[in-house]
């Protein structure tokens, strides 16, 4: 049996075995991609406000003190700041996945928002577990390799055996029947595809397995400290260090256009920054950590200071979602997706019409030529 021969019978049954699976993660992961314009025609009000001429932007901590007032009953778990746009509400928040929506110039809490109820929020745990927990992130995590798999063996079962055919597997034939429009949807647009799905899936390789990341650092040269974990040295008569001093120590870096700020989840919780700046490609942020007691710096990753490994781990999300390209990556991740999400139907209608041709016998449905015999 020959290489492609083997490959193609790789190819087919991994394809039948994940294809509901790929169905699945790659229509959800198509409408994600425009999950920021989704919000924002949905959730206008909530996310944007109007910004007065010269007004002051609202410390943190004042924000969290206005949350806790209107819902005295949640527990509050991060802060995040917008910059860009000028005129971005401010979000708190809360550890029951809620999010608490407020006019960072005003102090208005413009109302609040239960996670569990947001299409986008539904589609994104789709496609990372399916909605089944850490079962469902394992079988998203094969899943993943899977799809890398069939997409290079595609590209090599694509690749014509002779030169004659090289034009063929460039060009549909749309006057033909309805199961070679079929397969040439499967075979020469999935060669187009395939430029836009393998980044996707190398994205998704990178996520769900840690060896990934630990071999680039290695290959790097550069140690993983983003993994490193921290605590704050417990002091209990001590009271928590002023959060805003600690946001002036990070707006000292330089103008932000995003900052989220995890609160310490418990005694022995920390400061968590995570403030990014504008960039193009290559995602600018610098994570600061700081003891909720005492204000030490306990952890610093600046953008100033990245390895090749720490930019292709930072840039991976603007990758996998095509937003590092803008608009233009979205649409294509878009389209990639919904493609991707064909490609077990048009996959499965190519291995059921061989399979029904094979069992139908010799001669069946035609006409044989024959010569007639001469008339006497």
């Known amino acids: 049996m020959t290489l492609k021969k083997i490959l193609g019978q790789i190819h087919l049954w991994l ?45 943190p901590e004042r924000l969290l003190q206005i949350a806790k007032t209107a819902y005295p009953k949640e527990k509050l778990a991060q802060v995040r700041l917008r910059n860009n746009p000028v005129n971005a509400s401010a979000m708190v928040y809360t550890n029951k ?100 799905l393998l980044p996707i899936a190398w994205t998704g390789i990178f ?27 417990y002091r209990p008569v001590a009271k928590q260090c002023s959060l805003d001093s600690l946001f002036t120590i990070a707006e000292s870096y330089g103008e932000y256009a995003y900052a989220s700020i995890q609160l310490p989840k418990d005694s022995v919780g920390t400061f968590r920054f995570v403030v990014r700046y504008p960039y193009q490609f290559i995602r ?14 306990l952890l610093e990753e600046l953008h100033t200071n990245y390895a090749t490994a720490d930019k292709i781990r930072v840039s991976n ?6 937003r590092m390209f803008g608009f233009l990556g979205k649409f294509a991740a878009f389209i990639g997706g919904l493609f991707g999400a064909s490609l077990p139907v048009t996959g499965f209608m190519i291995w059921w019409n061989r399979k029904k041709k094979s069992k139908q016998p010799s001669g069946s449905g035609k006409m044989r030529s024959r010569r007639l015999a001469p008339v006497p």
């Open 317 to 322: 999300y603007d990758l996998h979602t095509g």
């Open 207 to 233: 996520w769900v397995f840690d060896s990934v990341p630990a071999t680039i650092y290695k290959l790097d040269g550069t140690k993983m400290t983003y993994k490193k974990k921290v605590a704050s040295t």
């Open 284 to 297: 600018k942020q610098n994570v600061l950590t700081f003891d909720q007691y005492s204000g030490e710096l």
């Open 97 to 196: 996945r809620g999010i608490i929506y407020i006019n960072p110039f005003s102090g208005e809490v413009l109302g609040n928002y239960a996670l569990h109820q947001d299409f986008m929020a539904l589609v994104l745990q789709i496609h990372l577990n399916l909605l089944l927990g850490e079962v469902g992130e394992e079988i998203i995590k094969w899943n993943v390799l899977i799809f890398m798999i069939m997409l290079l063996s595609g590209l090599y079962l694509w690749f014509p055996s002779k030169r004659n055919q090289l034009k063929s597997a460039f060009k549909m034939k749309w006057s033909a029947s309805w199961k070679r429009i079929n397969y040439d949807l499967h075979n020469v647009w999935g060669f187009y595809m395939v430029w836009i």
């Open 15 to 59: 394809g039948l075995a994940s294809g509901l699976v790929l169905f699945i993660v790659s229509t959800t992961g198509a409408l994600y991609a425009f999950q920021e314009e989704y919000d924002s025609w949905t959730k206008h009000d909530l996310l944007f406000v109007n910004r007065p001429a010269n007004a002051v932007r609202l410390s």
